[in-house]
């Protein structure tokens, strides 16, 4: 049974930053991913990275203020965020994909995480 686990959500100032972390078990994955979803918005794709090789893959949004990476050793993919702004406030959510299949977008991944809010005040 797969199982994604997240944390590190709450409340920061803009320009500030914070950090979120996926802790993964119970299958093997190709690849991680953070999506997040804003009231009233569909949920976005933000950053990937794959299992092997680390590659890394990132919204033009947070291009430059977030950083992806992984432990293989903990199973876990963390999601830094810096240069925080009020529009990044939003439900993030860590996902898998099993496969490989194009990194943005909703449909390639397999399982999710229960979400964890984040809000930024301005």
């Known amino acids: 049974q797969v199982q994604l686990v997240e944390s590190g959500g709450g409340l920061v100032q803009a320009g500030g930053s914070l950090s979120l972390s996926c802790a993964a078990s119970?299958?093997?994955?190709?690849?991680y991913g953070w999506f997040r979803q804003a009231p009233g918005k569909e949920r976005d794709f933000v950053a990937a990275i794959s299992w092997r090789g680390g590659n890394t893959y990132y919204a033009d949004s947070v291009k430059g203020r977030f950083t992806i990476s992984r432990d293989n050793a903990k199973s876990t993919v963390y999601l830094q965020m810096g240069s925080l702004k009020s529009e990044d406030t939003a439900v993030y959510y860590c996902?898998?994909?099993?496969?490989?299949?194009?990194?943005?977008?909703?449909?390639?991944?397999?399982?999710w995480g229960q979400g964890t809010q984040v809000t930024v005040s301005s």
């Open positions: 119970g299958a093997t994955f190709n690849r």
């Open positions: 996902a898998v994909d099993l496969f490989g299949r194009p990194y943005y977008r909703r449909q390639s991944y397999d399982y």
